[in-house]
């Protein structure tokens, strides 16, 4: 069978490699990657190198020079929306360039991407797999782990969502109210393989290592910061951050958001400020417990059995699972005091409660052969 994934950004990748490793280690799968915006996803990314080591991988490049130094000009002028409506789409790939992609036709054909048509590179696709009659996957490129507000996206729904075979969605039990899905459609929506427990063991031995000479003895929590924006008090999050390194023998950890998050302000000497080159993985792994306010990442440290804090009083995102409730913090005081108990006791959620979490999340089956399953469902065109 032939699985033909379009990827676009770093975010999408994260969200969709498991599945490409996965269909890759197929007897007689031939997977291919197409890369539709080089400039913001990069061949050297590990996931990449990863996935390309298998022989039954191909890896595609789009090349979109025009449409960014389009998008650059416009931008520069303050008139992104000229280049947005009217010149996004004439510089696309067209439905010619996927045309062009070498697969066999006589075999089953499965396009999967991540985002919707008014993605251009999206749109194209879809033509192409419309007139192949190819089967079409959407895989939601994000992760959304809390409360959605009741405003609806637009984007999300636009007609075209109900053009797919089926779906891949994180926190399905949510997120699926925020999409038009037609009714007879919602029984195709599968789980997120993302929080697998075998795509977490993978994850753990292909992610890049940076010595960075922590000292093994202090505590260390880690902030894992998320893009400020209106949604988070940076003035709460920055006192957080100080208030956590007086306490004693502690070694602090700030990773900004991996996506050109400004991070220039005045910290303790025990308080280390990482950049993108060090990977969340490795941080997780060496922490003591993983403090976040809008960030998925806390599902990774679930995963790993590491303690885990929500700043709730810095921001008005809210866990959309109850489950780990013990973990969030109403004030500095109360974050202070839960950072001592971690460092008292260690874990501070119930093996029951990370269970509830992570089949919220993930599905039932996260610990098992996830995989497997949402591929063959794939192969086999499974709607049930």
Not at 96 to 111: A, E, H, N, Q
Not at 238 to 246: D, G, H, K, V
Not at 251 to 275: A, C, Q, W, Y
Request: one cysteine or more; proline letters at 3%.
């Amino acid at each position: 069978m032939n699985f033909v994934f379009i990827v676009e950004r770093y975010n999408d990748l994260d969200m969709i490699s498991p599945i490409v490793w996965k269909c890759s280690t197929y007897k007689n799968s031939n997977v291919v990657i197409v890369n539709a915006w080089p400039k913001y996803l990069s061949s050297s990314d590990y996931r990449i190198i990863f996935l390309r080591k298998n022989s039954s991988v191909k890896y595609i490049e789009i090349n979109q020079t025009l449409n960014d130094i389009s998008k650059y000009i416009f931008s520069r002028l303050r008139l992104k929306w000229i280049h947005r409506q009217y010149l996004n789409s004439l510089f696309a790939p067209s439905q010619k360039y996927f045309d062009r992609i070498s697969i066999d036709r006589s075999i089953p054909t499965l396009v999967m991407v991540s985002y919707t048509s008014t993605h251009a590179a999206v749109k194209s696709a879809m033509i192409w797999a419309e007139k192949n009659k190819f089967i079409k996957g959407f895989h939601e490129h994000g992760i959304h782990p809390f409360v959605y507000s009741s405003k609806k996206d637009p984007i999300h729904n636009e007609t075209t969502i109900n053009s797919f075979d089926f779906y891949i969605l994180n926190n399905k039990h949510s997120f699926k109210n925020n999409f038009n899905f037609s009714d007879n459609l919602v029984k195709k929506i599968y789980s997120s393989a993302r929080f697998s427990k075998e795509w977490s063991n993978k994850l753990s031995k292909i992610c890049p290592k940076i010595e960075l000479n922590l000292d093994k003895k202090k505590f260390r929590p880690v902030f894992m910061l998320s893009k400020w924006h209106n949604k988070d008090d940076k003035k709460l999050i920055l006192a957080a951050i100080r208030s956590a390194s007086l306490i004693k023998d502690v070694e602090v950890i700030v990773k900004p958001h991996t996506r050109g998050m400004k991070f220039d302000f005045s910290m303790p000497s025990n308080v280390l400020v990482v950049d993108e080159n060090v990977h969340s993985r490795q941080l997780i792994e060496e922490s003591s417990v993983v403090i976040f306010t809008r960030s998925s990442i806390f599902l990774d440290a679930v995963l790993l059995d590491k303690p885990v804090i929500h700043l709730s009083y810095t921001t008005s995102a809210e866990l959309a699972s109850k489950s780990l409730n013990a973990c969030r913090a109403f004030s500095q005081k109360d974050f202070i005091s839960k950072l001592a108990m971690v460092k008292i006791n260690g874990r501070n959620y119930s093996s029951t409660d990370r269970k509830i979490c992570l089949d919220y999340y993930a599905g039932s089956n996260h610990d098992g052969n996830i995989l497997d399953d949402i591929v063959n469902k794939l192969k086999k065109g499974n709607s049930n």
